[in-house]
């Protein structure tokens, strides 16, 4: 059978500050199949971005098992964790996280320059990314000179450039106006429904959580209802 893209079983995530301990996941149990599109919403400090730190392999719980693609990165080595957050994983963040000095075009070549692929291939396939979500034309603008909705297809687009099965996006439309966002949320369903990408959206906003097939709500480190 195949495997979830990701599982948590009973996930435990305990932050430390100096002696105080602050659990944001407390027994956190979901599945997400592959090709999914997943909002997952529910207040702030509910736990959602440990969430997705934890199920794009950036950070390891405290307790209890996160399988992705039924592999488990807390076994890994740091080459194979690399490898893993380069090639099958794409973010996006609610602040775009651009390198304000490159061009759009630059910053979509990045991850492939950081994964080795030649200069030509970089070139054809960042324009190609870009071309994806309504921006070839825009190639050669700094970060400074794009609209916010823009920036966040440029993030989109260097998401996508890997050719990443799993897109994890953090409020992807937190800092947008409401055109802005409806065409953020538009594209990131696209690449879903279109590449068959796992798409897994934290949102406040209704509207964003809306094309989602499957809406998670949490609360204090848990699922606490579906829809
Ligand atoms: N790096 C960190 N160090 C300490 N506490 C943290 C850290 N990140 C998050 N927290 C705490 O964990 C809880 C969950 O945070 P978070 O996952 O960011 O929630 P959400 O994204 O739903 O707002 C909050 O109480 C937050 O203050
Ligand atoms: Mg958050």
Known sequence: ?????????NVWK???????E???LRGLNIEIK???HVAIMGPSGSGKSTFLHLAGALDRPTRGRVLIEGRDPSKMSDEELSRLRNELIGFVFQTFNLIPRLTA????????AIKGV????RMRRAKEALEMVGLARRMN???????GGEQQRVAIARAIVTSPRIILADEPTGNLDSASAAEVVDLLTRLNRELGVTLV????NPETAAPAKRIVRMRDGVVYEEN
């Open 1 to 9: 059978m195949e495997q979830p893209a990701i599982k948590f079983e």
């Open 14 to 20: 305990i932050y430390k500050l100096g002696r105080v």
């Open 22 to 24: 602050v659990p944001a």
């Open 34 to 36: 592959r090709g999914e």
């Open 105 to 112: 075009l630059e910053n979509v070549m990045l991850p492939l």
């Open 118 to 121: 030649n200069g030509e291939e």
């Open 141 to 147: 603008h700094r970060p400074i000179e794009l609209s």
């Open 201 to 204: 959206v934290v949102t406040h």
